[in-house]
T-cell receptor, first 114, second 113 residues
Framework: NAGVTQTPKFRVLKTGQSMTLLCAQD?????MYWYRQDPGMGLRLIHY???????AKGEVPDGYNVSRLKKQNFLLGLESAAPSQTSVYFC?????????????FGPGTRLLVL | AQSVTQPDIHITVSEGASLELRCNYS??????LFWYVQSPGQGLQLLLK??????LVQGIKGFEAEFKRSQSSFNLRKPSVHWSDAAEYFC???????????FGTGTRLQVFP
């Protein structure tokens, strides 16, 4: 099992450009999450999904969109990147959250917006 | 609202010394509590978790944590730190039948030889 993988590992964007971050998991998990990590802020939830075809907003959803067309994939989109979106992005997945199953994290995507 | 506080931003210890990282939470119901570790340039790895039962929880890499309801705390401990333990540690809280975890801001651990 590869677990949770993220593509790309690192990216530089110019302000206003768009991009999509891909998260894939091979553990048949229902729940998937996108976080951003900033110094002194810990991890903050951007969006999450409780199953294929469903998405929901987290703590800091503005400027991002997500899609979960396949159970194993969770895409995070930036339509018009801003310097404030410079961050490290982590994807995570878990079984049903009913019993707060453990979240498994990907290695992260480091994004720099100039 | 749920919240997690890790009062120590940065801790430095000598190799072989004991370690305690503090975590305080705020939540009205019974919390589910987690400790994650993040090595430089890596994702987060689960160290241990508390759902119910014995309040002293054993984790990987020789770590343990104790849930103290009266103090709303879930402190992480290790009796003898190794240089490879240098990393950032995150405490997180969740609850039954909710979708999300709330993370603390993290404690960076530095280990001197």
């Amino acid at each position: 099992n590869a677990g949770v993988t993220q593509t790309p590992k690192f990216r530089v964007l110019k302000t206003g450009q768009s991009m999509t971050l891909l998260c894939a998991q091979d553990m048949n998990h229902e729940y998937m999450y996108w976080y951003r990590q900033d110094p002194g802020m810990g991890l903050r939830l951007i969006h999450y999904s409780v199953g294929e075809g469903t998405t929901a907003k987290g703590e800091v959803p503005d400027g991002y969109n997500v899609s979960r067309l396949k159970k194993q994939n969770f895409l995070l989109g930036l339509e018009s990147a801003a310097p404030s979106q410079t961050s490290v992005y982590f994807c995570a997945s878990s079984y049903l959250a009913e019993n707060q199953e453990t979240q498994y994290f990907g290695p992260g995507t480091r994004l720099l917006v100039l | 609202a749920q919240s997690v506080t890790q009062p120590d931003i940065h801790i430095t210890v000598s190799e072989g010394a004991s370690l305690e990282l503090r975590c305080n939470y705020s939540y009205g119901a019974t919390p589910y509590l987690f400790w994650y570790v993040q090595s430089p340039g890596q994702g987060l790895q689960l160290l241990l978790k508390y759902f119910s039962g014995d309040t002293l929880v054993q984790g990987i890499k020789g770590f343990e944590a104790e849930f103290k309801r009266s103090q709303s705390s879930f402190n992480l401990r290790k009796p003898s730190v190794h240089w490879s333990d240098a990393a950032e540690y995150f405490c997180a809280v969740g609850a039954y039948n909710t979708d999300k975890l709330i993370f603390g801001t993290g404690t960076r651990l530095q280990v001197f030889p």
